[in-house]
C-alpha cells in the first residue's frame, strides 16, 4: 500500500500574492476595495469588537480566521495588520480552497432586484 503524499500548505502561495498584487491591507482598504475583494482574512488575535465589525461589514464575503499577526508580519512583510484581503483572482481562489476550513461565517446572498412583470398598473 502506499501512502497519500503530505499535504503542502497554504503558505507556500504566499510570496506569488506579493507579486501579483492581490493584498489588500488593513479594514479601510478592504471597505473601498469591496468590488474587487474576493475574501477577508482576520487573525486569531484580533479583538473581539473588531472581528464582530468586520463580520458585518463583510457578511457578503468569507471571512476567514487563521494566523497570528506575527505570521502575517513573517508571511507578507506587513506590521501589525490583523486584516488582509485578497483581491479576485485564481490564486486567490486557490488560497481561499485551502483555507476555507477556517471560515467563520457563511456568506449571505445578495439580493435580487425584482423583475418586472408585465401585469402590473400603467405598463403598455
Known amino acids: 500500500m502506499s501512502n497519500p503524499p503530505p499535504a503542502r500548505p497554504v503558505e507556500r502561495l504566499f510570496p506569488f500574492v506579493l507579486r501579483a498584487g492581490i493584498l489588500l491591507i488593513g479594514r479601510e482598504k478592504l471597505r473601498h476595495n469591496k468590488g474587487k475583494l474576493h475574501f477577508v ?46 483581491a479576485k483572482s485564481g490564486l486567490a481562489q486557490s488560497i ?25 398598473p400603467g405598463s403598455i
Open 41 to 86: 482574512l482576520i487573525t486569531d488575535d484580533i479583538a473581539e469588537s473588531v472581528r464582530a465589525e468586520i463580520l458585518l461589514d463583510f457578511k457578503y464575503y468569507p471571512v476567514v480566521q487563521h494566523y497570528a499577526a506575527a505570521d502575517l508580519e513573517k508571511f507578507f512583510g506587513i506590521k501589525g495588520a490583523k486584516a488582509i484581503g485578497f
Open 96 to 120: 481561499y480552497a485551502e483555507l476555507k476550513v477556517h471560515r467563520i461565517n457563511q456568506p449571505v446572498t445578495k439580493p435580487k432586484p425584482p423583475v418586472p412583470t408585465g401585469d402590473a
